[in-house]
């Protein structure tokens, strides 16, 4: 066990106060932060304590740090990356996309020789993702059920949507010809629709009326507004978990989570964001199915909560201390993550003291870990 050092990331979108505050820093920070990440990934590896960073360390010795079971299974690599993220303001309108299309994508950007700055691609892995919330946490999460959808739309009572009702009603059309049509309208004729919208949602009161109208004052001519009357808008307390499958539209709208995905940096955008946005790529790799409920499933043992997800890639857990040591049995590499109170974290290496912010490594050959102490600790693993 040693100490793990991550890297933050100053999107325009993030928060100066949360990660400052969480980690006993001035605030508000210098610049927005919006993501720390705690891993491998050759964007931003993290760096341990000895001053190797993490990805360096693993490719020396790839058995000993990750593991048999996990070296044999995902080869010499950190399958997982692990994040706080901060939501100041709306993320992008985004899916990611599956192991095929990561990896055909991956191979043809690097074979036409794109740059990097240009790629929607930057490695060939899927990107699935779990949050979980520290503060209450607003985000738009799948498509909900178009008919739903069609009756809220309705109810707005602006005449220009008329049409997008009736396509979402056509069970032959639906979200597959509704989704392309709004993103593929003008800039100019989005911005009448939205501030209708906005206005007739203002009288509504409701918080996903609230949101459109948010979104219309950051984004008054996008059509990425218009696309999030179709998706799921739920706020999750503190402790719920959203999981979003690769091919998933989503954007998170505001709040403070841990948020824990397969290792990669592969983003599609569609609106709601000044970063390349690419729309006919994210519509190759949507999912146009309906999500009934995107909350994640919660498994309470003892003091150890856990969102099961179906994939391998990683799994997280949350261990609340209240001063019993807790024995925490897992194989492979472990990223501790405290987020309150005063935790230690031990394995068969070593022993680290963990402030709030703070995150150690466990190698896959260092044995169990133990954490002891009082507050929140957070666990990753594959």
């Known amino acids: 066990m040693q100490g793990l050092y991550g890297v933050i990331r100053n999107y325009a979108w993030g928060s100066q106060v949360d990660i400052?505050?969480?980690?006993?820093?001035?605030?508000?920070a210098d610049l927005p932060e919006a993501e720390e990440w705690l891993g491998a990934h050759h964007s931003a590896p993290s760096t341990l304590h000895d001053g190797r960073p993490l990805d360096d360390a693993i490719a020396s010795?790839?058995?000993?740090?990750?593991?048999?079971?996990?070296?044999?299974?995902f080869g010499p690599k950190l399958p997982f990356l692990l994040k706080l993220l901060a939501a100041?303001?709306?993320?992008?309108?985004?899916?990611?996309?599956?192991?095929?299309?990561?990896?055909?994508?991956?191979?043809?950007?690097?074979r036409i020789g794109i740059d990097m700055a240009y790629r929607n691609y930057v490695d060939d892995n899927h990107k699935p993702e779990l949050l979980v919330a520290l503060t209450e946490f607003r985000a738009?999460?799948?498509?909900?059920?178009?008919?739903?959808?069609?009756?809220?739309?309705?109810?707005?009572?602006?005449?220009?949507?008329?049409?997008?009702?009736?396509?979402?009603?056509?069970?032959?059309?639906?979200?597959?010809?509704?989704?392309?049509?709004?993103?593929?309208l003008g800039r100019e004729e989005c911005r009448g629709i939205i501030d209708a919208a906005a206005k007739a949602a203002a009288e509504l009161g409701t918080a996903d009326a609230a949101d459109?109208?948010?979104?219309?004052?950051?984004?008054?001519?996008?059509?990425g507004v218009l696309v999030s009357l179709l998706l799921n808008h739920i706020t999750l307390q503190p402790g719920e978990g959203v999981y979003m499958p690769a091919g998933n539209l989503h954007a998170y709208l505001k709040g403070f989570g841990v948020e824990i995905m397969a290792a990669s940096d592969n983003v599609l955008?569609?609106?709601?964001?000044?970063?390349?946005?690419?729309?006919?790529?994210?519509?190759?790799?949507?999912d146009f199915n309906a999500i009934d409920e995107p909350r994640a499933l919660i498994e309470d043992a003892g003091p150890v909560r856990s969102w099961p997800v179906p994939i391998e890639d990683f799994a997280l857990r949350r261990v609340e201390l209240t001063g019993e040591p807790v024995r925490i049995d897992i194989d492979g590499p472990r990223i501790c993550l405290s987020t309150g109170g005063s935790v230690t974290v031990a394995d068969d290496q070593g022993e680290v003291a963990l402030s709030p912010g703070r995150a150690a490594f466990s190698a896959g050959a260092a044995g169990p870990i133990t954490a002891s102490g009082e507050g929140e600790l957070f666990i990753a693993s594959a």
């Open 20 to 28: 400052a505050q969480l980690q006993g820093r001035e605030v508000p």
């Open 88 to 110: 100041g303001k709306p993320l992008s309108l985004q899916a990611h996309p599956n192991l095929r299309q990561a990896n055909s994508g991956h191979q043809r950007e690097m």
């Open 140 to 184: 738009m999460c799948g498509f909900r059920d178009p008919l739903a959808a069609a009756a809220d739309i309705e109810a707005l009572g602006v005449s220009e949507l008329e049409s997008l009702v009736a396509t979402l009603r056509d069970p032959k059309a639906g979200l597959r010809r509704a989704v392309p049509d709004l993103l593929g």
């Open 212 to 223: 459109l109208v948010n979104l219309a004052r950051s984004y008054p001519d996008d059509p």
């Open 61 to 73: 010795a790839p058995a000993e740090m990750l593991g048999r079971r996990v070296l044999d299974r």
């Open 269 to 286: 955008r569609g609106g709601l964001t000044n970063k390349r946005v690419d729309v006919p790529e994210l519509l190759r790799v949507l």
